[in-house]
C-alpha cells in the first residue's frame, strides 16, 4: 500500500452536502485517495468513514467518505450561505 503521508494532495474540497473538507490524493496506479481532513458539524457524529479508496476507472465523481455524498468535483459552484446576523 502506498503512503500518502509524503504527498501533497491534488485537489482541497469541500463535500456539498455534509460540509466535510476532504483532500484528494492520486496514486501511481491511476487511482484515488479521498481522505478527510475536518469533519462537516452534520457528521461529527455518524461519519461513516475517514478515507476511500477509488480505483482507476471510477470515473469523475468521488464518493465523500463521511456521508456517503457521490458528487462531481468540477461541477456548478455551490457557495456556501452567510450566517444570518441577529438584529
Not at 25 to 39: F, H, M, N, P, Q
Amino acid at each position: 500500500m502506498e503512503s500518502l503521508s509524503n504527498h501533497d494532495p491534488v485537489a482541497k474540497l469541500r463535500c456539498p452536502r455534509c460540509q466535510t473538507r476532504l483532500d484528494v490524493y492520486e496514486r501511481r496506479s491511476g487511482g484515488r485517495t479521498i481522505a478527510v481532513t475536518v469533519l462537516g458539524p452534520a457528521v461529527e457524529q455518524t461519519a461513516e468513514g475517514l478515507e476511500t479508496i477509488e480505483l482507476p476507472d471510477a470515473g469523475p465523481e468521488i464518493t465523500c467518505p463521511a456521508c456517503r455524498q457521490r458528487f462531481d468535483p468540477s461541477g456548478p459552484y455551490r457557495p456556501i450561505p452567510p450566517l444570518s446576523r441577529g438584529r
